[in-house]
């Protein structure tokens, strides 16, 4: 069966440290993959989307990487800040499906300062 | 403001009655989609649009949903018969589909309560 799988649910950050967040995948082949950023009670905001001929794409403090071998996608804040608290989504797009966007269940990023 | 905005916000309605919420895209935007969000998921797929055209109905979308996109702007979702298993946030997104590759920008939501 196809899933998504972000790695955790809640993932708790001192200020200042980088922050990892996980995501994979099972049976679907991405054209490419995007990060979302979700605060409480509002629609997800985009941030990131990286390619399948991607290894790597950066946005100031933001970094992804897309490993197709692994079925893998890492999302990278360094320099953490309590503002960056917040529930962030992974989402794909599978070639073989319809044009629309397939997301994980997000993971709960907080920071303290 | 530009962005994709959505109304009402928040609907609370008793169980067996219609409900109707709608969506108002980036103008310049040709492609429009229904998510549903429970708490502690992701958003999942229900339908889109290209312009007028409903492309893809997901098989969450039952018989008594449906929505509509005249004349390639704003657009409806109604659910008929609301059962208490509808209570969620109802997202909207809509995209400049150019090319390969896209993001989708949001609206608010709306947030049914079915009781």
């Known amino acids: 069966s196809q899933k998504i799988e972000q790695n955790s649910e809640a993932l708790n950050i001192q200020e200042g440290k980088t922050a990892t967040l996980t995501c994979n995948y099972t049976n679907y082949s991405p054209a490419y993959l995007q990060w979302y950023r979700q605060d409480p009670g509002r629609g997800p905001v985009f941030l990131l989307l990286?390619?399948?001929?991607?290894k790597e794409k950066r946005k100031e403090r933001l970094k992804v990487t897309f490993d197709t071998t692994l079925k893998q996608s890492l999302f990278h804040i360094t320099a953490s800040q309590p503002a960056d608290s917040a529930t962030y989504l992974c989402a794909l797009e599978d070639w073989r499906g319809a044009q629309k966007l397939v997301f994980g269940q997000g993971t709960r990023l907080t920071i303290n300062p | 403001d530009t962005g994709v905005s959505q109304d009402p916000r928040h609907k609370i309605t008793k169980r067996g009655q219609n409900v109707t919420f709608r969506c108002d895209p980036i103008s310049e935007h040709n492609r429009l989609y229904w998510y549903r969000q429970t708490l502690g998921q992701g958003p999942e797929f229900l339908t889109y649009?290209?312009?007028?055209?409903?492309?893809?109905k997901s098989r969450l979308l039952s018989d008594r949903f449906s929505a509509e996109r005249p004349k390639g702007s704003f657009s409806t979702l109604e659910i008929q018969r609301t059962e208490q298993g509808d209570s969620a946030m109802y997202l909207c997104?809509?995209?400049?589909?150019?090319?390969?590759?896209?993001?989708?920008?949001f609206g608010p939501g709306t947030r049914l309560t079915v009781t």
């Open positions: 990286i390619r399948e001929n991607e």
């Open positions: 997104a809509s995209s400049l589909v150019e090319g390969a590759y896209y993001e989708q920008y």
């Open positions: 649009f290209q312009n007028e055209a409903q492309l893809e």
